[in-house]
């Protein structure tokens, strides 16, 4: 039996993925004193304090749906992957309250198929999304400017890890974790895995 249980209420506009909550992920804070947990189903995100009393939430762009974090090494910025719109937001953190800045497209401005937006990363000064549909990871510097698509090696890319100057991607549809050199894209190494989800590294291994 839990000691605590948070229940969020509510809905936004998507008619079959946002009639409901649909807290997707949690981490701490940049400095530790708060929970953060997007809720994809409300177009929200939420700061608890550690006895999970709500201290702030964020109010995201309607029908994108909040999925993952990542968090800038300044402690300052937040990036928030939007699964439903392939969408990533800028947000500004201070003192337990996130704030939205900007919201940027993952996805080529050519590209019109069906895509969706999974994991995102951090690392080295540069951001990392998958693109569920159109099959690629897009590269974003600081700047939210993109600086390459890279293919994914694979059909709906899950999870990415970034170990130096290589990439780990699950392919989930595939059945396939590919090693690509992000320097120009290429595959070099690959495994058989069944519906390949997560990337877990070891706690002394981290992005570079």
Known sequence: IPDKLAVHNGHSI???RQNAPHPHFVCGSPDNKYIFVTDLGMDKVFVYNKDLTVFSITDMPAGHGPRHLACHPNGKTVYCANELQSTVSILEYKMGTLILK???STLPPDFHGASTVAAIRYSNGMLYV???GHNSITVFNEDMVVEKWIP???EEP????VLDDVLICTNQFSNK?????MADG???YEMDMEMPLCVCC????QPS
């Open 14 to 16: 998507h008619p079959s």
């Open 102 to 104: 900007d919201t940027v």
């Open 130 to 132: 998958t693109n569920r």
């Open 152 to 154: 994914c090696g694979g």
């Open 158 to 161: 899950r999870d990415i890890w």
């Open 177 to 181: 974790v590919c090693f690509i050199r």
């Open 186 to 188: 290429n595959i070099i």
């Open 202 to 205: 070891p706690s002394n291994i």
